[in-house]
């Protein structure tokens, strides 16, 4: 079973701080995708990264999987109240067909 | 939620019933996945269909769980004579192609069904 463990669980920050969260794997994926879960509702997909050490950006979002397709950290700038959520990374495992694998989340909370 | 339609959204069961969670997946997808999350875990993949087809269900318990996706109609997921420890929130994701090697279409999520068994 391949795992993917996030970090950190919980995240409590400032209105125009920074953050990161981390999603690590000691096993090869052939893409990862991140998502973010608000209450009541479904995981809602922010970026799919394929390659190895491919970065993406969504405004303030930045997105980099790892060289070795083992890794995978997502990187908020200026955070705003709006960005709080559960995030997820979910990595779909080289011999798979799709069945992804999730990692238990991080919980970010901005306050104004 | 971008598309895929599930439903009932809540649905409350004693214990011994059966529940029928149904997904419609997005227009132009073929390829539908079932996952459950329980409270303070991640979200656990149980079963990959396509079209009258199932194409991995490793994460299907073994006894009572059986899902569907007939030719006409939604995705079907039935749980038989539901227990305490079946309550969660189960989520249909769909798919235009089958994901692995090559293929890159993500998986797009429902808003999930609650159960919850009393």
Known sequence: TQLLEQSPQF?????????????????????????????????????????????????????????????SSLHITAAQPGDTGLYLCAGLPTDSWGK????AGTQVVVTP | NAGVMQNPRHLVRRRGQEARLRCSPMKGHSHVYWY??????????????????????????????????????PSILR??????????????ASSTQAQGQGAMQPQHFGDGTRLSIL
């Open chain 1, 11 to 71: 995240l409590s920050i400032q209105e125009g701080e920074n953050l990161t969260v981390y999603c690590n794997s000691s096993s090869v994926f052939s893409s990862l995708q991140w998502y973010r879960q608000e209450p009541g509702e479904g995981p809602v997909l922010l970026v799919t990264v394929v390659t190895g050490g491919e970065v993406k950006k969504l405004k303030r979002l930045t997105f980099q999987f790892g060289d070795a397709r083992k890794d």
């Open chain 1, 100 to 103: 992804l694998q999730f990692g």
């Open chain 2, 36 to 73: 459950r999350q329980l409270p303070e875990e991640g979200l656990k993949f149980m079963v990959y269909l396509q079209k009258e087809n199932i194409i991995d269900e490793s994460g299907m318990p073994k006894e009572r769980f059986s899902a569907e996706f007939p030719k006409e109609g």
């Open chain 2, 79 to 92: 749980i038989q004579q539901v227990v305490r420890g079946d309550s969660a929130a189960y989520f249909c």
